[in-house]
């Protein structure tokens, strides 16, 4: 999930690692930022996929779910500061789950300890309702 400089460089870094995944980032970093910290790191552009439709954490999730259901990804790596991981579980868990995608969190380390637990609260609400809804 996008969001911060931080987290591309650290999903640009994943990239190299596993050459075989495309990458998604979500309403992240400007498109030309992302794709320079991409291109530096020596990443195919081929393999980027940058989306900036999200507008928040449970969007990010929502507008993504979609895509990866067309593309038949069952299995996601979630890339996401340490801080953020609790949340982005919640709602992963809820979003993706629904469709049988798994999630498998990968924590970036920040110097930000930790989130109010009431946005992991709301955010899983705010998903069970677009599971309902629809939107």
């Known amino acids: 999930m996008g ?10 870094q994943f990239a190299l690692q596993h050459p075989q995944l495309p990458i998604f980032v979500s309403s992240g970093s400007p498109e030309e930022y992302a794709e320079y910290v991409f291109e530096q790191a020596g990443v195919k552009r081929d393999r980027i996929h940058l989306d900036y439709r999200a507008v928040d954490t449970v969007t990010n ?5 979609t895509e990866l ?8 790596y979630v890339l996401t500061s340490e801080f953020h991981m609790p949340r982005a579980l919640v709602i992963g868990k809820i979003i993706l789950g629904s469709r049988g995608i798994e ?5 970036i380390p920040s110097s ?3 989130e109010d637990p009431a946005k992991s609260l709301r955010d899983g609400l705010r ?3 677009w599971l309902v809804t629809g939107s």
Request: zero cysteines.
């Open 103 to 107: 999630m498998h969190p990968i924590s």
């Open 69 to 76: 259901q067309k593309r038949k990804i069952t299995d996601v």
């Open 3 to 12: 969001g911060s400089p931080t987290r591309e460089k650290f999903a640009a």
């Open 61 to 65: 999730f929502t507008v993504m779910v």
């Open 112 to 114: 930000i300890k930790s």
């Open 127 to 129: 998903s069970v309702v």
